[in-house]
């Protein structure tokens, strides 16, 4: 299927120990999608907070910015899918990065006054 995204990891059955995405590009958002019949919870460190992660449950974030993790969970299985864009691609051709993302970016015309 088309993609925006180069890289795609499948997560099954494994805990998520607190990290930072190497690969990916500082200003560009990853994203996670939760898929299984499981009860696990998304951790991001420096924003502590803790959000429910059920199936079908999608997350974007910088991945290389903020730390992220998934800890054991009590039932289920768990499956994700971890969309990510490879900076060294921007190396290799001589692209320049993306912008950070802004809230007008994601929002558009809800903000308008």
């Not at 912008?99 to 929002?107: E, G, H, I, P, V």
């Amino acid at each position: 299927w088309p993609s925006i995204y180069l890289g795609i990891d499948v997560i099954v059955n494994q805990e998520t120990p607190p990290h930072l995405d190497q690969v990916s590009a500082p200003s560009l958002l990853d994203l996670v999608v939760s898929l299984g019949t499981h009860d696990a919870q998304f951790h991001i460190s420096e924003l502590g907070t803790i959000f429910c992660y059920q199936p079908g449950t999608m997350i974007y974030l910088a991945g290389k910015l903020l730390t992220h993790s998934v800890p054991k969970w009590e039932t289920g299985e768990r499956i994700a899918l971890a969309h990510h864009m490879k900076d060294a691609v921007h190396n290799r051709f001589g692209l320049a990065r993306p912008a950070f993302t802004k809230q007008k970016d994601l929002l558009g015309g809800f903000l308008q006054t």
